[in-house]
Nanobody, 125 residues
Framework: QVQLVESGGGLVQAGGSLRLSCAASGMSFSNYFMGWFRQAPGKERTFVTAIDWSGGGILYSDSVKGRFTISRDNAKNTVYLQMNSLKPEDTAVYYC??????????????????WGQGTQVTVSS
């Protein structure tokens, strides 16, 4: 079955950087668009960024545009999230998600049937 495993979370000071990874297994990785979502304490899960199967189509939420970069390595079945200039409001559990199809990525969480367990990112002020 499809398995997504996130790693790379942790505690960082404001202005710092982190790189999250999401390793996929049990799927033909290059057939999927991939997304990152996050959920802050007491809040709903929200879209962060997504990338299509080829890496050529990318979406970012306005809150992270210019600071975060999504990328993927289809040979390694892995998607990455480089997070720079981190702010305390970026504190959340970050989830990797996979949606099947050769199509543009989407912000709609319901179009991602597969999810990882999440990794905590904490940004101190």
């Amino acid at each position: 079955q499809v398995q997504l495993v996130e790693s790379g979370g942790g505690l960082v000071q404001a202005g710092g950087s982190l790189r999250l990874s999401c390793a996929a297994s049990g799927m033909s990785f290059s057939n999927y668009f991939m997304g990152w979502f996050r959920q802050a304490p007491g809040k709903e899960r929200t879209f962060v960024t997504a990338i299509d199967w080829s890496g050529g189509g990318i979406l970012y939420s306005d809150s992270v545009k210019g600071r975060f970069t999504i990328s993927r390595d289809n040979a390694k079945n892995t998607v990455y999230l480089q997070m720079n200039s981190l702010k305390p409001e970026d504190t959340a559990v970050y989830y990797c998600a996979a949606g099947r199809g050769f199509r543009l990525p989407t912000m709609r969480s319901e179009e991602y049937p597969h999810w990882g367990q999440g990794t905590q990112v904490t940004v101190s002020s």
